[in-house]
């Protein structure tokens, strides 16, 4: 069963969400738990839940040499976007996931790019660096920051890397700004069509929990003296990595190379955008009149999307759509197999 005790804190910070986090407590989450939860209940504890999985994998602190930090004032005064530069080249702009966290997970992905571009990083409204009330955070609020930031960087079109639920944010500013956007790459992307978010939500949170099921789970804490009733504060966080890693990388035995997670997410900001979330959707049409290329990257044990499979049946027939599948990696393959990886991201922006 996948652990999911990283989670309870986040959970309990929003009293909606309470009920459903008595059930994390009880250690899991299974099917027949997953099933007895209410739409409303569900749809928050999803995107308190994924956040956490999402949030810090691989977070990095370190500021880049060369780097330039600077905060940009939202349309609607309510919020001062934090923005990190570094590199040279063509701009890209990179959309972190979440709903919650923040640009710095992401950090270990993009940075080999700096030789070749320019990489903009941001945190979204509500994020660890960029406060906001929780009134004025939504999807339409996020999307209005990135166009916002598109003017700010002065790009007629912009290349976009996206993350997790950051790509959801990057389809849904192509299909209401489809001529300012050149050449898309998600990674570790949901699906571009979703009839019920439910049933997509309750599949992606079930890949999850199997993710946390593995035999290497307990053998990882067996092997760092974890497995035991009494532990430290140092030892309490390292099982806690480790379960964090679990349904996150293929590689368990590399949980030592995500830092970061916790306090690095806000369950508020995560939670007041979760409630604006369309009930479907669909991005095949902008996809297919979009006249750039759009590269989708995900691990073949991805729990958004394992190997891009729904992807890549949803989109077959449109021809400038590449789905890349790296072998025995997870939502972060960037350290289940960092070769493959750069190899694949790197080629997408070049094509």
Not at 28 to 41: D, E, G, H, V
Not at 194 to 205: L, V
Not at 269 to 288: L, N
Request: net charge positive; hydrophobic share 40%; aromatic share 10%.
């Amino acid at each position: 069963m996948l652990h999911l005790c990283f989670a309870f804190r986040a959970l309990q910070h929003s009293p909606k969400s309470r009920p459903a986090a008595t059930s994390f407590m009880l250690g899991t989450l299974s099917a027949t738990a997953t099933s007895n939860i209410n739409s409303s209940t569900m749809k928050q504890a999803f995107f308190i839940l994924l956040p956490i999985l999402f949030a810090s994998c691989c977070s990095n602190q370190q500021i880049e040499p060369f780097s330039e930090e600077w905060y940009l004032p939202t349309t609607d005064r309510m919020a001062r976007l934090y923005v990190l530069e570094f590199g040279k080249g063509g701009t890209i702009v990179v959309v972190h996931g979440g709903f919650g966290a923040e640009h710095s997970y992401l950090l270990g992905a993009v940075r080999f790019l700096a030789d070749q571009f320019h990489i903009v990083m941001y945190d979204q409204r509500g994020s660890l660096r960029s406060p906001c009330p929780d009134s004025a955070i939504s999807v339409q609020k996020h999307i209005d920051d990135l166009e916002l930031l598109r003017k700010a960087l002065n790009l007629q079109r912009m290349t976009i890397i996206a993350h997790s639920m950051g790509t959801f944010l990057a389809m849904q500013y192509l299909k209401q700004y489809p001529s300012n956007v050149k050449r898309l790459v998600l990674l570790g992307a949901l699906p571009v069509f979703a009839s019920s978010f439910d049933s997509t939500m309750q599949a992606i949170m079930l890949n999850a929990e199997s993710l946390g099921n593995r035999p290497e789970v307990q053998s990882e804490l067996q092997k760092a003296g974890l497995d035991k009733d009494s532990l430290s504060a140092k030892e309490s966080t390292f099982a806690w990595r480790i379960r964090f890693a679990s349904a996150n990388l293929f590689h368990l035995d590399r949980w030592r190379l995500m830092p970061g997670g916790m306090v690095f997410y806000s369950a508020r900001a995560g939670s007041a955008t979760s409630q604006t979330m369309p009930r479907s959707w669909d991005f095949r049409e902008a996809f297919a009149r979009h006249p750039f290329p759009i590269v989708i990257i995900n691990g073949d044990v991805d729990y958004c999307d394992p190997a891009g499979k729904t992807n890549r049946s949803l989109l077959a027939n449109i021809k400038n759509v590449e789905i890349i599948t790296i072998k025995n990696a997870g939502h972060c393959s960037w350290i289940d197999d960092p070769d493959s990886f750069q190899k694949a991201l790197r080629r997408s922006l070049n094509k």
